[in-house]
């Protein structure tokens, strides 16, 4: 049988090791002898083999998108975000276990990098690592699982338990239009990297971090703050070795800083937000301000948006990051009303907006989440729109492809 290059199908030879895969497509087996001959003898035999051929629908066009970030820097807020540009709420797998990690939409299912973790909470603590060290995670299931998605293939996909630490049965993922995977590893297997079609880093400083994830574990969680301490020391030698690094594949990197409008602030209920975006990827046009390519600094309160204390301070301009062509866009300060922020977006270009004010009523649909009031949030939001503009991007391409093959 002969498949050609552009073919929907795809071929293999299934081994007893090869689990995991669900066939939810047209699908062929194959059997067929072979003749195999031993170097010993001149006689030969007979073999059973087996080829599966695989065919999809032909409309199986899943977008892989990573985002990679330390536990408790804000990555469920993130998904939220970007689940509600594309439209509807993300929930649990219906009927499944109510211990999943998973976020399934119409159009987009977020799946946790933690359920590829090879050593559950007892494994890594009597292997004396933590889940950040790339021992502690199964890279080459994950590998073969986010591939077979991106192909149109479901998968049984694991689940870690946060509640009891330990490994739970699978859970049956379809493929998806557009599948994030959100995590601590999504960039760091060159394999898995190879199949995002676009990246995000959130960077998040140490003092920030530890604030945030006092309130996150303390309040949601009920962890002591001690052990919230020794939690973060243990950890920040294979953050800096495996975790941190990632950042320099990214696209998009959202770097949230301790603010520099107050001198000496170590109360951080004021951020610093840098929106850092690779210049030359493929279906993204980074956002600037004013004039593009320019250095700017603005200072937008007076008339047209209320600042209280101690204002509010946006700058963009071009710089290099990891040896690559960025442009920055940087907001120091929180908004006192989000209604105001269309003064704001007005002077932003490149938003990927589909009508005006789309960021600002966004924003104003999630006031209640974390960072609605600063950049983190505002700058979440432009890069949930940008996905979304990427994603349409690439469907009219690979739709336009056969056409133009056919011409």
């Given at each position: ?38 170097s010993s ?33 804000g ?15 993300a929930e ?15 159009t ?9 973790h ?6 890594r ?34 689940i ?20 994030v ?14 199949l995002?079609?676009?990246?995000i ?7 920030v ?9 303390m309040?949601?969680r ?5 052990s ?37 602030d ?29 250095t ?92 979304r ?11 336009a ?7």
């Amino acid at each position: 049988m002969a498949i050609s290059l552009n073919s929907p199908c795809s071929l293999y030879s299934p081994t007893k090791t090869h689990l995991g895969f669900f066939n939810n497509q047209r699908q062929l087996a194959v059997f067929y002898n072979k003749r195999s001959s031993s170097s010993s003898s001149s006689s030969s035999s007979k073999q059973r083999g087996c080829l599966v051929i695989t065919c999809s629908a032909g409309d199986s066009q899943t977008i892989v998108i990573g985002l990679a970030a330390d536990s408790g820097c804000g990555k469920s807020t993130f998904m939220r975000r970007l689940t509600s540009v594309f439209g509807g709420a993300a929930e649990p797998p219906k009927g499944g276990n109510p211990d999943s990690n998973t976020l399934i939409s119409e159009t987009t299912t977020v799946i946790c990098l933690d359920d590829y973790h090879s050593l559950d909470r007892t494994g890594r603590k009597e292997k004396g690592v933590t889940a950040l060290d790339p021992r502690a995670n199964n890279f080459d299931l994950m590998y073969e699982q986010v591939k077979a998605m991106k192909d149109g293939v479901s998968v049984e996909k694991p689940i870690y338990n946060h509640v009891t630490g330990l490994l739970d049965p699978p859970e049956l993922i379809k493929p998806p239009k557009i599948l994030v995977i959100e995590g601590l590893h999504p960039m760091y297997d060159a394999r898995v990297r190879e199949l995002l079609d676009f990246s995000i880093y959130l960077d998040i400083s140490n003092e920030v971090k530890f604030a945030w994830k006092i309130q996150r574990d303390m309040t949601e969680r009920g962890h002591s703050l001690e052990s919230i301490k020794a939690s973060i020391e243990a950890r920040k030698p294979d953050f800096d070795a495996y975790i941190d690094p990632q950042k320099q594949y990214a696209d998009a990197v959202i770097e949230v800083l301790p603010t520099q409008l107050i001198p000496d602030d170590n109360e951080g209920k004021v951020l610093r937000v840098r929106l850092i975006m690779k210049e030359g990827v493929k279906y993204f046009s980074p956002v600037y301000l004013f004039d593009e390519g320019s250095t700017i600094e603005w200072i937008p309160c007076g008339r047209k948006l209320t600042c209280s204390y101690p204002g509010i301070k946006f700058s963009y301009g071009p710089d290099a990051y990891f040896g690559h062509e960025v442009s920055i866009l940087e907001m120091d300060g929180k908004f006192d009303r989000l209604d105001e922020l269309i003064y704001v977006e007005s002077h932003l270009s490149n938003l990927s907006t589909k009508f005006y004010g789309e960021v600002t009523q966004q924003m104003l649909k999630h006031a209640d989440f974390p960072g609605s009031n600063n950049g983190t949030g505002l700058f979440q939001t432009i890069v949930g729109l940008k996905i979304r503009d990427l994603y349409e991007q690439i469907i009219t391409s690979k739709a336009a492809a056969p056409v133009e093959a056919k011409a």
